[in-house]
């Protein structure tokens, strides 16, 4: 045997060493890792760290000089790191890996994330009982049973239209009432919760509440379903903890809705991150819905974007409708009248 052949066989042999003990320190890690989360302390300890590296440039001899030294070791470290908090996540409530069964919620006598598509439409606002009771005889109509509805609007301007609040509420109950619907109304804090609950079937927490996580805990602890709206600049683990912050106060009944992210595109509101669907469905076990209007911002790629949500695996769908987009108090542009709606909801069935 050549001299190489031999050293390469020694650097082979020293190979599986290193792997073993790699993989037996990463063990290790992740062992302190459980350690410092049932502690309450946070996984990355730079002080700690600096200290180990002291200890590990004290012994080194070379021929590596410390700098590269200090590389390698940074580099376990970070993946060690990664180790530890992919290890947490998987023990989230709302983790696939906790419950690999898809999560159904049971409204009444309907049921989201099963196998039926949800559909929820409506318009954004509730501006009076003539335009509410329109569309929900349309939805009615059409064998539809969710209907949507804003009582308290986070309007960008304070100028703007902020809502009918209680009035619109019950607005809401008497529509549903009449035609057998269910309601989805959003809240944008626990004062407007303990008001809105007697009058709605789904509360729903929006965009621009995804981390208000005082009001995350509260609605956790309702039993009332939730759709939670991923805001438009939270990435989809910022998404996923918001629905852990709900589910860890007791209520697992938590609808993801993907409703368009800002990027610097400008041809749409929000841009639709299909990608997302997927993702949420395979790391969380809860049903995933896609708000098409909001994503838009504009009514004729409505279609295509919900198809897209669809065949990426979205459990249903939501949008704005209106009987006269025209004269709407709020999301004029996006909304569809009723003939639009009517086109829109027969093409995607298809
Ligand atoms: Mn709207």
Redesign the pocket.
Known sequence: MSRMTLLRKEIDGLNQQLLKILNKRAEIALEIGKDKQNHGYPIYDPLREQQILELIIDKNTGPFTDEVIIRLFKEIFKASMSLQIDNLANDFKISRKVKRENTIIKVKDLYVGGKAKTFIFGP?SIENEQQLTDSAKIISEKGLKFIRG?AFKPRTSPYDFQGLGLVGLKLMKKVTDRYNLLSVVEVMDKEQLSIALPYIDIIQIGARNMQNFSLLKAVGKVDKPILLKRGFSATIDEFKLSAEYIISEGNSNVILCERGIRTFENSTRNTLDISAIPILKSETHLPVIVDV??AAGRKDILISLAKAALAAGSDGIMA?IHPNPKIAL??ANQQMDFSEFSNFYKNILE
């Open positions: 954004c804003g209007s909001h704005e709020s999301d």
